[in-house]
């Protein structure tokens, strides 16, 4: 079965460089959601998208944005890297966006130095 | 503000060992409450949707269960291939994202 991608796997960035985060949902999902794993932590909700609206925001910084696109496929970008930023960052796909699982992809590990 | 917990934080197991897994919530109206398994570097792998209390689901050997305030996770005689963190998130009716809880961290010794 499809499942969620996510690419890149790995991003190594330096300190106040940008990023850019993609997703490709399951077939026939059309709502996105992003989240933030740091060390040891739970994944903390950054922002979903539903038909390529953003539908809910968490606890996403001002430096990051994301869209959905005709597609459904989804990009978080992460601007003014800081170390702190260092995490896996997590993209699940749902369809419909109501009372249903979330299924998330492999995640990005991103590294800031 | 919704909160989730979950207890223990680490839990030890011989293999064939039984035991539970606690996850408390309190959200304003819950809408779905979710288990998922997170293995080391990977992403969350969903398990079980519970909607309302009384509700129970099972799969292999796990069985989730649901109360008004609380789920818990059932694993019966587990296996080393159980060892991972099993993490327990609530969606409300306001909105569609998930609230994890801290997870509890499984080691399953042959």
């Known amino acids: 079965a499809a499942g969620v991608i996510q690419s890149p796997r790995h991003l190594i960035k330096e300190k106040r460089e940008t990023a850019t985060l993609k997703c490709y949902p399951i077939p026939r999902h059309d709502t996105v959601y992003w989240y933030q794993q740091g060390p040891g932590q739970d994944p903390q909700f950054l922002i979903s998208f539903y038909e390529k609206m953003q539908s809910d925001k968490g606890s996403i910084p001002d430096r990051f944005s994301a869209q959905q696109f005709s597609d459904y496929h989804s990009e978080l970008n992460m601007s003014s890297l800081e170390l702190g930023d260092s995490a896996l960052y997590f993209c699940?796909?749902?369809?419909?966006?109501?009372?249903?699982?979330?299924?998330f992809g492999p995640g990005t590990r991103l590294t800031v130095l | 503000e919704d909160q989730v917990t979950q207890s223990p934080e680490a839990l030890r197991l011989q293999e064939g060992e039984s035991s539970s897994l606690n996850c408390s919530y309190t959200?304003?109206?819950?809408?779905?409450l979710f288990w998922y398994r997170q293995d080391p570097g990977k992403g969350p792998e969903f398990l079980f949707t519970?909607?309302?209390a009384g509700e129970e689901k099972e799969k292999e050997r796990l069985k989730a269960t649901l109360t008004k305030k609380e789920s818990f996770l059932h694993i019966t005689a587990p296996k080393p291939e159980d060892s991972a963190t099993y993490l327990c998130a609530v969606q409300a009716n306001y909105g569609q994202n998930f609230v994890f809880g801290p997870g509890t961290r499984l080691s399953v010794l042959p």
């Open positions: 519970l909607y309302s």
């Open positions: 699940a796909s749902s369809p419909e966006g109501h009372r249903l699982a979330q299924y």
């Open positions: 959200v304003s109206g819950l809408r779905g």
